[in-house]
């Protein structure tokens, strides 16, 4: 069910003007203390929030990354991330907004703070079982 779930999610989070193919390993378990595949819940005063981990990897400049889907109602956002050898969490881009490698953009450096990890105009607040808290422009969402 939770892998029907989430090709549901990708199927319906659409296509961006020039179609990236997945490549057919998914990458390990990550910073976020997601598995590939899972999806978990959250809610908050602006309704429920489905974040996914995709089970596929994708290549953006040069470099095979994961795709964190966020789900609010009918809207999707997708960003693209990728934990270096080092640790450090990159940020390879967002869906219909900008990519590393299109125009010079170069993949931004995640700053996690004190458990809360922010990119763009979301954050995360990470704990030993994964993220409890999530920051999105239409609110704050609680783990279910």
């Not at 892998?3 to 490549?23: D, F, I, N």
């Not at 050898?85 to 907004?97: F, I, L, N």
């Not at 953009?105 to 922010?118: L, N």
Request: glycine share 12%.
């Amino acid at each position: 069910m939770r892998l029907l779930l989430c090709a549901l999610v990708l199927a319906l989070a659409g296509c961006s003007s020039t179609p990236m193919a997945p490549h057919t390993t998914a990458p390990p378990r990550s910073w976020l203390g997601m598995d590939p595949g899972d999806a978990r819940t959250f809610t908050g005063s602006a309704g429920r929030l489905l974040l996914v981990v995709a089970d596929e990897a994708y290549s953006i400049d040069g470099e095979n990354v994961g795709a964190l889907i966020w789900r609010e109602g009918s809207d999707y956002t997708t960003d693209y991330v990728l934990e270096d050898a080092d640790g450090t969490v990159r940020w390879y881009g967002r869906k219909g907004s900008w990519r590393a490698g299109r125009h010079g953009a170069e993949p931004r450096e995640v700053s996690i703070v004190d458990g809360t990890a922010r990119f763009g105009d979301r954050t995360i607040t990470l704990a030993d079982g994964g993220p409890v808290e999530l920051a999105t422009p239409d609110g704050t969402y609680q783990a279910d």
